[in-house]
């Protein structure tokens, strides 16, 4: 679609990508997602005779956004393509492409924020220990093991599990330090069970897996190299699975539980935020609102006048 859309168009779309890769540091993933967005949205404006970013205005982006809902678009993907826009307008503001900024008037739809399935505190102990498949081999099930440990023990995302090297564990104080969204390092606490798999792991599993293509990485696949995200994903739902009537919740679950659980024990809200790595306080308060559901629920099924 890209290719399609006049040159002018062209021209701000290949610069709008790199300023989100290169100045924004932007992952991947959003990169694809923003980008994805402003050509939709540029090939609309095509289509209506715009030729540079100078033909932008409200109206457009407002059809652009109307013609989405009217095709069914979820209101959470209504929010991200708003956001979309307006980045996107504000850069090409910034960069002198548009006289002003209408994305600044563009108003985005409120998501529905949906609340996460979380673990019981008993099938978190459970998942911890289940072995879905007797016959792993040893190294590959000391993996799996401290893989679901430090997920759940840190709350960590799956992504910065996996960038985690050997030198990124402080065992003598029980310590991750982890390299967050936006490239932000953080420092994540970890228990004694976590410690204990993370010792196996490195004395009788890391060793019998590593290869020169290794390097410093903590896990591994089973050729030896840095584990890819989708392994890891793979590890927890098949570990799910064997733990009777837990929802099916893959890594971000693990994390969603532990973040319960820290509240559930008395953990100050604040406390909670750094250890996730949450840039506001708002993302972290959903966790409140689970417990309270639990709560809720607990009610309705033990009290006799629920």
């Known amino acids: 679609m890209r290719a399609n859309l006049p040159s002018g168009l062209v021209e701000a779309v290949d610069a709008y990508e790199r300023h989100l890769r290169l100045e924004r540091n932007r992952s991947p993933h959003t990169v694809r997602a923003y980008v994805g967005d402003a050509v939709a949205f540029l090939d609309h404006l095509a289509r209506l005779g715009g030729r540079t970013p100078h033909d932008v205005d409200l109206a457009t982006l407002r059809g652009w956004l109307g013609v989405q809902r ?107 330090r982890v390299l967050g969204k936006g490239n932000k390092q953080r420092t994540v606490p970890y228990g004694v ?64 539980s532990a973040a319960t659980h820290l509240l559930e024990g008395g953990a100050d809200l604040r406390s909670v935020q750094e250890v996730l790595g949450h840039a506001s306080l708002s993302t972290t308060q959903i966790y409140t609102h689970v417990s309270v559901e639990r709560l809720r629920r607990t009610y309705r099924r033990a009290h006799p006048r629920a």
């Open 70 to 176: 009217t095709r069914g678009a979820a209101r959470t993907s209504m929010a991200r393509r708003s956001a979309a826009l307006r980045t996107f307008t504000a850069w090409a503001h910034a960069t002198g492409r548009t006289a002003t900024d209408p994305g600044l008037r563009l108003a985005s739809p409120k998501a529905r924020r949906t609340l996460p399935a979380v673990l019981r505190v008993d099938e978190a102990q459970h998942l911890m220990v289940v072995e879905p498949n007797a016959d792993t081999a040893e190294p590959v099930r000391l993996r799996d093991r401290m893989i679901v440990e430090l997920l759940y023990a840190g709350g960590i995302r799956v992504s910065e599990l996996v960038g985690l090297d050997i030198d990124d564990v402080d065992r003598a104080r029980r310590l991750l």
């Open 193 to 256: 069970p976590a410690d204990r798999a993370i010792g196996n792991w490195l004395a009788r599993g890391r060793p019998a897996l590593a290869t020169s293509a290794s390097g410093a990485a903590l896990v591994l696949g089973v050729r030896g190299k840095r584990i890819d995200p989708r392994t890891v994903r793979s590890i927890v739902h098949s570990r799910m699975a064997a733990v009777p009537g837990s929802p099916d919740i893959g890594p971000h679950g693990l994390r969603h």
